[in-house]
């Protein structure tokens, strides 16, 4: 039978403490213990099903745990209070003083300020490496690295990853392959193509509704046990552990996330298409001039898209501000950060989310001054959208330049 990740999180099923078909929310940061003895043996770690303290687990940060593990097919899955929380306890967990990690150059800017900045002060250094150069990939590693880093589909420039070259490279050396899959859930089953740890920022497509920042890593159900650890667990010890009212909260969104990604996906096709049509500098995996268009085609569930980021270079700072501003006032989307709310997203990465990042550096990875990241939303009539935006370009004449294509 074909894995299907949403027809497995559809199959969980949960009976509530009072026959609910939600499970009831785990209201309490303390547990108590029948037996003194029992309590000695879940700090030891040998306690199955056994809660301790919230911090360590608790049955709400399980459930929606469990959830994840079916989404990305793999045995486990812990759930923390941000993306940031998850990939820096995933990090942290992997090295030591002293070690190095290859990353993709173009990634999340946290996660770039986080492995260029702070992990300075433990003299880890990080490699960042063009991800769809394999060769480059595989030069760049040596005997104290512990780890290659990326993301499936990259913030913000989308320059996909080769999981399974870069899995089979990773094995190779016999150090782990760790895969943020923020951008692509459903779409790219990042464990099923080897990747060893996928990491998520749920505050995306996952949770949908821009109310709450949260992450997860999906991993062996030994290396989600090693972050849990009370004596060395990043998880654990550093605390970014996710609520469990807001647990019970992202696992009810996450059950339209199959409905959701289909129309992102969609809807970005669409416009994609029709500003390539106009001439417009469009970059969006789906279109076949998109340089990882193939290996996305050859490692995607096909159903679910090619997702809902889409960047359009408008050639100037000053146009991208003056066309997000026009937008915004004419109700197509919100100047904001994130992505994967019901409604449009877009703003300039260059100067906003990958702002860690230096000017130079920008513009050798191609992250100009004029590009603008849309979070392409559900909107109900996509050719609507289209022509709206549309108007919106001629009145601030960028459709003049663009080279119409015939
Ligand atoms: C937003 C984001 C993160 C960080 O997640 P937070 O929930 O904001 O901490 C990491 N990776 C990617 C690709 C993201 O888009």
Same mark, same amino acid.
């Given at each position: ?91 942290? @967990?992997?090295?030591?003083? *002293?070690? =190095? ?165 969609? *809807? ?30 050859? @490692? ?82 996509? =050719? ?23």
């Amino acid at each position: 039978m074909n894995y299907k990740a949403s027809d497995n999180i559809q199959d969980l099923q949960y009976f509530g403490e009072f026959g609910g078909v939600n499970p009831s929310i785990s209201d309490s940061s303390t547990y108590t213990f029948l037996s003194a003895k029992t309590m000695f043996d879940t700090f030891e770690g040998n306690t199955e099903g056994c809660y301790l303290y919230s911090r360590h687990s608790s049955p709400s940060n399980l459930y929606l745990g469990e959830a994840m593990a079916q989404l990305e097919g793999t045995e486990s899955a812990n759930v923390y209070a941000s993306g940031m929380g998850a990939i820096s306890a995933v990090i942290l @967990q992997l090295c030591n003083a *002293n070690d =190095h990690i290859v990353c993709s150059r173009t990634i999340y800017g946290g996660t770039y300020a986080f492995l260029k900045n702070f992990l300075k002060k433990f003299n880890i250094s990080t490699t960042f490496v063009d991800i769809t150069d394999i060769d480059s990939v595989a030069a760049s590693i040596t005997s104290n690295t512990k780890m290659i880093y990326c993301e499936s589909v990259s913030n913000p420039l989308l320059e996909v990853a080769d999981i399974q070259s870069l899995s089979k490279l990773a094995k190779k050396h016999s150090i782990p392959l760790v895969v943020d899959n923020t951008f692509a859930p459903l779409s790219i089953n990042a464990a099923k193509l080897g990747a060893d740890i996928v990491v998520h920022s749920l505050t995306k497509f996952i949770n949908g509704s821009s109310d709450c920042v949260a992450g997860a890593v999906c991993a062996s159900k030994d290396f989600c046990l090693s972050l849990k650890d009370v004596n060395n667990g990043a998880g654990m010890l550093l605390g970014s552990t996710m609520d469990s009212l807001r647990a019970a909260s992202v696992l009810k969104n996450m059950r339209t996330l199959h409905i959701r990604i289909k129309k992102h996906g969609e *809807n970005a096709q669409y416009l994609a298409e029709q500003f390539q049509k106009d001439g417009l500098k469009v970059v969006y995996p789906g279109l076949e001039h998109h340089s990882g268009h193939k290996i996305m085609t050859a @490692q995607m569930n096909k159903e679910y898209g090619y997702g809902g980021l889409m960047t359009l270079d408008v050639g100037s700072l000053d146009k991208a501000n003056a066309l997000m501003e026009l937008m915004q006032e004419e109700k197509l989307g919100y100047l904001a950060v994130s992505l994967g709310f019901y409604k449009t997203l877009f703003s300039a990465p260059g100067t906003s989310t990958s702002s860690e990042i230096p000017l130079e550096e920008q513009e050798a990875l191609g992250l100009s001054q004029g590009l603008i990241r849309f979070s392409i939303g559900l909107d109900n009539d996509i =050719h609507r959208t289209y022509l709206a935006m549309r108007s919106c370009m001629e009145r601030l004449n960028i459709l003049e330049n663009s080279t119409v294509l015939v």
